[in-house]
């Protein structure tokens, strides 16, 4: 493994090599399905409501911490469609994946256009030492 001056590449092993997906599979995989937005949308809210509702009826230790946990995988899940949003890819109206992304970036507190903003930067400079989120992936 080569060591680098800490620009995410110290963990990749010395015959790693870019291999770039053909491009029928991007096309396939960059395709906007809003059905599936939707449910994955509706999945996440139902869960979501399920584990709060049970958490205030029968509150006890057996019904609460088991709700912790699940709350605490769908918020990753809000954050994974705030993701999504952030990058237009839930529906084709940009309108739409700005509301369903401040829908799921307020609660776990995150500012959507701050977000979009900081996210564009990573991208930009993806691993180098402009990287936001060189701390995040880099240790």
């Not at 029968?58 to 918020?75: E, M």
């Not at 084709?92 to 970036?105: T, W």
């Not at 307020?106 to 959507?112: D, E, H, L, V």
């Amino acid at each position: 493994m080569r060591q680098t001056a800490g620009n995410g590449t110290e963990f990749w092993d010395d015959r790693h090599k870019v291999s770039r997906l053909p491009p029928g599979t991007v096309k396939h995989l960059a395709k906007i399905n809003a059905a599936k937005a939707w449910v994955s949308i509706f999945k996440t809210l139902a869960v979501l409501a399920t584990a709060i509702a049970a958490s205030l009826i029968w509150w006890t230790p057996w019904v609460v911490i088991p709700a912790i946990i699940v709350i605490a995988g769908r918020q990753h899940a809000c954050f994974l469609l705030a993701h999504e949003a952030a990058h237009y890819r839930m529906f084709k109206n940009r309108a739409l994946n700005d509301f369903v992304g401040r829908v799921f970036a307020t609660p776990i507190g995150i500012s959507m256009f701050t977000y979009r903003v900081l996210h564009r930067l990573h991208h930009n400079h993806l691993y180098d030492s402009r990287d936001p989120d060189m701390a995040v992936h880099g240790g």
